[in-house]
C-alpha cells in the first residue's frame, strides 16, 4: 500500500463532546453570535464576517454528527480562554504501520508561521510510542530559527511493558521550546526492524496536552491509535508587538475597555488584554470589562463585618467597639487598649514557637542529610578512606560543593548532558569540574559507595580522575579532576578560534581514547562499560591528550558478562542498533559509538544531519553510502585531503569494522587501540612523504603478522574507495 501524507496547515481531527469553559468574559461583538455548540465564542475571535478581530480570528461553525463544532485552518476547537490567552483543539496521531508486504504512513505537519498561534511550550509534549522507535520532531521557534528534537522509545519484547509514565519503554516523552509556531513529525528508518511487527506493528508520534495523556501499554500491540486523535493547547495573542509599542497607537490598541490591562504574551512577541483587577468580562470591547459585585457573589469581610460594594473593589465595616486591623481590611479586631497584654503574650508565643520550629527543621535537616548519607554507601567508602592512606579519595560535605561553585551558579557552568550539569568550582585552591547528576537507579543505591571505591582506583593518564563526591544530597554530587581545553566535539566544530587539527594529532587523540576504553574493558576490576562514548566525553587538556568522561551511564559488570539494561541510555547518533533492540550493553557497544567518534575526526561533520537526504541522516549511514559510491575523499576533513591517503584508508577501514552490525564481528578495544598505535607510528616514520606502493608493500606485509584482528585484507581496502 502506497505511503498516505496528511500535511496541512493544522489538521486536527474531531473529538466528540468539546466541553464548554465557564468563563464570564465570553462576549461576542452586538449582532453575532457568541457560541457555537457548547463553545463559547468570546471577541476578538468571530463566528463569520465582520465578527472577529482580523481574518486571523474568523472561525467557522458547521453540523458534523448532531454537535456543531468551531473550527480555524480545519482545526477543530475545544475551547477559548480570554484570561489565559489560549484554546484547545483537537489533532491527529502520526503513524506509520508495517507487516511483511505493506506499510502505511499517516505524518503530521502544522504551521503556524505569521500567525497570531503558537504552540504552548508548558502544557504540550513530545510523545513517541512504540518498538525500538526514533522519533524526531523539526520545529520553528519565534518564526525565525528551525531545529530538531528526538525520543528515543525502546522494547524488544511485550513482556518488557507496563502501564507506567511514560520513561523510554516502549514510549518516551520529551518539550518542545517556547515560541514554537512550525511542526513536523518523522520516523528514523534506520531504527525501525520486522523483529518488533509480530507484537508492534506501528509506532506513533504526537504532540499532546500532558495533561490529557497516560499511556497504556495496548498503544502498542494493537492499532487503536491509528486515525485517533488527541488535544493539544494553543496560545494567541494580539499583534508582533509589546504592551508599551501597541499603547503608542490607540486606534490600533485591542484593550478597548476602560477597565482592562495589556499583559505581554508569554511566548513571544505579542500581548493580551485582561480586565483590571475587581472587574471580569471581555477587555476587548468598549465598556466589556464590568464591575465585580464582591458583597453579592461572596463575603469577603469577617462575620461580624459588614461588606460594601465599591468601584473595583470593596470594603468592610465592623460594629461599635470594634476596627478593622490594619493592613487587613476585612476582619475586625478589638481596641488596642484592651489587648495589649493579649498581643505581648501572643509575640512571646510566637518567638517561643518559632525558635521550637526552626530547632526542629534542622535537626530533620540533618536527620535527612544523614539518611542520604548512608544509603549511598557513606559508612563503606568513609571507612576505606581511614584504612587506607594512600586512597586519595575526598568525601565532601554540602556546604562546601555550594561554596565552590557558588551556590551552582548558572554562571559557573561549563557542560550539560541527559545525566547531569557539569560545573567549574575551586576545592582546596584547586580548579575542580563537579558534576550535579540528575538521578540515581534506585537498584543501584547500596552499592553506590563500593562503586566509588573502584571508579576512584582508576588510574590511567588518559582517563579524567575522579577526585570524591558528596553524599548529603537526594542524589550523589561527584568531583573530577579539571581538564582546561573543552570537549573533542567543541574543538572538531572549530569552536575554538583558530584552532587546526592536524592527522597525526587526530591519530594521536584516537588512540588515546581507544587506549583508555580499552583498560576499561580490559584492566579495570570489574570490567567497566562507557555506556555513552561520543566525542563530547573526550576532553582535551592543555597539551591536547585526550581524557574520556563522564560515566553517568557506564556499568560495573562481571568480567566477559553483558549487562540487561531497564532502559536505553546514550546518545542518537552514537547508539549501537544491537543493543537498541535488545537492550544488552556490552564492550562491543562501546567499540560501535567509538566507530562513530573516528568519523568524526575524518570528516569533522555532525552525527545527525536533518538536511540530508533520509538514509544520509546519520553519519554513520552517510559513511557508509559515500564508500558505497566510491566518493569517500568528498566526505573527509578539507584540513586532511591530501594528506597520507594510505593512512586515511585505514582509519576509515577501522571505523568500518567497529560499525559493523554484527557485534560479535567488531574488534575490542584493545584491537582496535593496537591497530591505532600501529598506524600512528606508521604516519610518524614516513616523514610526511607520498605513499609509494613499491615502497610500502615491504612495511605493510611485515605489520600484516603483527596486527592480528588487523591483519592486510585486500578486499577491505579496496572497499573504502575514495573517489576523487
Known amino acids: 500500500m502506497g505511503a498516505i501524507i496528511l500535511i496541512t496547515q493544522l489538521f486536527l481531527l474531531i473529538l466528540p463532546s468539546p466541553t464548554k469553559v465557564a468563563e464570564s468574559a465570553n462576549i461576542a461583538l452586538p449582532g453575532c453570535r457568541d457560541s457555537c455548540g457548547e463553545v463559547s465564542i468570546p471577541y476578538p475571535f468571530g463566528i463569520g464576517p465582520s465578527c472577529s478581530m482580523s481574518e486571523a480570528f474568523e472561525?467557522?461553525?458547521?453540523?458534523?454528527?448532531?454537535?456543531?463544532?468551531?473550527?480555524?485552518?480545519?482545526?477543530?476547537?475545544?475551547n477559548i480562554s480570554l484570561s489565559l490567552g489560549q484554546l484547545r483543539a483537537a489533532m491527529p496521531i502520526s503513524s506509520k504501520c508495517y507487516n511483511s508486504t505493506t506499510k502505511l504512513i499517516s505524518i503530521w505537519e502544522a504551521d503556524l508561521i505569521d500567525t497570531p498561534y503558537r504552540f504552548n511550550h508548558e502544557k504540550n509534549k513530545f510523545v513517541v510510542i512504540g518498538c525500538n522507535t526514533v522519533g524526531y520532531l523539526n520545529f520553528t521557534v519565534n518564526q525565525n530559527y528551525s531545529y530538531f528534537g528526538g525520543c528515543v522509545s525502546g522494547c524488544d519484547r511485550p513482556e518488557s511493558l507496563s502501564d507506567v509514565s511514560c520513561s523510554g519503554i516502549g514510549c518516551c516523552q520529551t518539550s518542545i521550546p517556547k515560541g514554537t509556531s512550525y511542526i513536523r513529525f518523522w520516523f528514523d528508518e534506520n531504527f525501525l526492524n520486522s523483529e518488533v511487527y509480530s507484537f508492534s506493528p506501528c509506532v506513533h508520534s504526537m504532540l499532546t496536552e500532558e495533561d490529557g495523556f497516560a499511556f497504556n501499554t495496548s498503544y502498542i500491540t494493537t492499532q487503536q491509535l491509528l486515525d485517533q486523535n488527541t488535544s493539544i493547547v494553543i496560545d494567541w495573542f494580539i499583534g508582533n508587538?509589546?504592551?508599551?509599542?501597541?499603547?503608542?497607537?490607540?486606534?490600533?490598541?485591542?484593550?478597548?475597555?476602560?477597565?482592562?490591562?495589556?499583559?505581554?504574551?508569554?511566548?513571544?512577541?505579542?500581548?493580551?488584554?485582561?480586565?483590571?483587577?475587581?472587574?471580569?468580562?471581555?477587555?476587548?470591547?468598549?465598556?466589556g470589562c464590568q464591575d465585580?459585585?464582591?458583597?453579592?457573589?461572596?463575603n469577603p469581610c469577617s462575620m461580624d463585618g459588614k461588606c460594601h460594594n465599591l468601584p473595583g473593589s470593596y470594603k468592610c465595616s465592623c460594629p461599635f467597639g470594634k476596627r478593622i486591623k490594619h493592613n487587613d481590611g476585612r476582619d475586625c479586631e478589638l481596641h488596642l487598649s484592651l489587648l495589649i497584654g493579649s498581643c505581648a503574650s501572643i509575640v512571646a508565643i510566637s518567638f517561643l514557637g518559632f525558635g521550637t520550629y526552626m530547632v526542629h527543621e534542622r535537626r530533620?535537616?540533618?536527620?535527612?542529610?544523614e539518611k542520604y548519607f548512608q544509603e549511598y554507601?557513606?559508612?563503606t567508602l568513609l571507612k576505606k578512606i581511614q584504612s587506607d592512606q594512600g586512597f586519595g579519595f575526598t568525601i565532601f560535605t554540602k556546604r562546601q560543593v555550594e561554596q565552590a561553585t557558588n551556590n551552582f551558579d548558572s554562571a559557573n557552568?561549563?557542560?550539560?548532558?541527559?545525566?547531569?550539569?557539569?560545573?567549574?568550582?575551586?576545592?582546596?585552591?584547586?580548579?575542580?569540574?563537579?558534576?550535579?547528576?540528575?538521578?540515581?537507579?534506585?537498584?543501584?543505591?547500596k552499592e553506590f559507595g563500593k562503586e566509588m571505591i573502584i571508579l576512584s582506583q582508576i588510574n590511567h593518564k588518559n582517563i579524567v580522575k575522579l577526585l570524591g563526591c558528596c553524599l548529603e544530597v537526594e542524589v550523589p554530587i561527584l568531583v573530577y579532576e579539571f581538564v582546561q581545553n573543552g570537549t573533542l566535539f567543541n574543538y572538531i566544530r572549530r569552536k575554538n578560534e583558530g584552532s587546526h587539527i592536524s592527522l597525526s594529532l587526530r591519530l594521536m587523540i584516537a588512540y588515546e581514547s581507544a587506549d583508555a576504553l580499552a583498560y576499561l574493558h580490559f584492566s579495570a576490576s570489574p570490567p567497566i562499560f562507557h555506556g555513552d562514548v561520543k566525542s563530547a566525553n573526550i576532553l582535551l587538556d592543555e597539551n591536547y591528550m585526550a581524557k574520556v568522561s563522564d560515566f553517568g551511564a557506564s556499568i560495573l559488570v562481571p568480567a566477559d558478562e553483558a549487562e540487561l539494561v531497564t532502559f536505553v541510555q546514550g546518545t542518537c547518533g552514537y547508539l549501537d542498533p544491537e543493543y537498541l533492540q535488545t537492550c544488552q550493553l556490552t564492550n562491543k557497544s562501546d567499540v560501535y559509538s567509538f566507530g562513530v567518534v573516528l568519523l568524526e575526526l575524518l570528516t569533522g561533520k555532525p552525527v545527525i544531519d536533518f538536511d540530508a537526504p533520509e538514509e544520509e541522516r546519520s553519519l554513520s549511514s552517510r559513511f557508509l553510502v559515500a564508500i558505497k559510491k566510491k566518493k569517500m575523499h568528498d566526505l573527509l576533513d578539507d584540513e586532511i585531503k591530501g594528506d597520507d591517503m594510505k593512512v586515511i584508508m585505514e582509519v576509515a577501514n577501522l571505523a568500518k569494522k567497529c560499525l559493523n552490525m554484527k557485534a560479535e564481528e567488531r574488534p575490542t578495544m584493545k584491537e582496535i587501540a593496537q591497530e591505532l598505535d600501529r598506524i600512528r607510528k606508521l604516519k610518524q616514520h614516513l616523514w610526511g612523504q607520498v605513499y609509494n606502493s613499491h615502497e610500502m608493500e615491504p612495511l605493510l606485509g611485515e605489520t600484516s603478522h603483527d596486527a592480528g584482528y588487523f591483519g592486510r585484507d585486500k578486499e577491505a581496502e579496496e572497499s573504502i574507495a575514495f573517489g576523487r
Open 364 to 369: 530533620k535537616l540533618s536527620k535527612l542529610e
Open 241 to 287: 508587538t509589546t504592551c508599551d509599542s501597541a499603547q503608542t497607537n490607540k486606534s490600533y490598541y485591542a484593550c478597548k475597555s476602560d477597565y482592562s490591562i495589556c499583559l505581554n504574551s508569554n511566548s513571544g512577541p505579542g500581548y493580551l488584554c485582561n480586565c483590571s483587577d475587581g472587574y471580569e468580562g471581555n477587555p476587548y470591547l468598549q465598556g
Open 292 to 298: 465585580i459585585d464582591e458583597c453579592t457573589n461572596q
Open 377 to 379: 554507601g557513606g559508612w
Open 59 to 78: 472561525l467557522s461553525c458547521s453540523i458534523t454528527n448532531l454537535t456543531t463544532i468551531p473550527y480555524r485552518y480545519s482545526a477543530v476547537i475545544l
Open 413 to 445: 557552568i561549563i557542560g550539560r548532558g541527559g545525566q547531569g550539569t557539569v560545573y567549574r568550582g575551586t576545592l582546596r585552591d584547586e580548579m575542580v569540574a563537579i558534576k550535579k547528576c540528575k538521578i540515581v537507579n534506585e537498584s543501584k543505591k
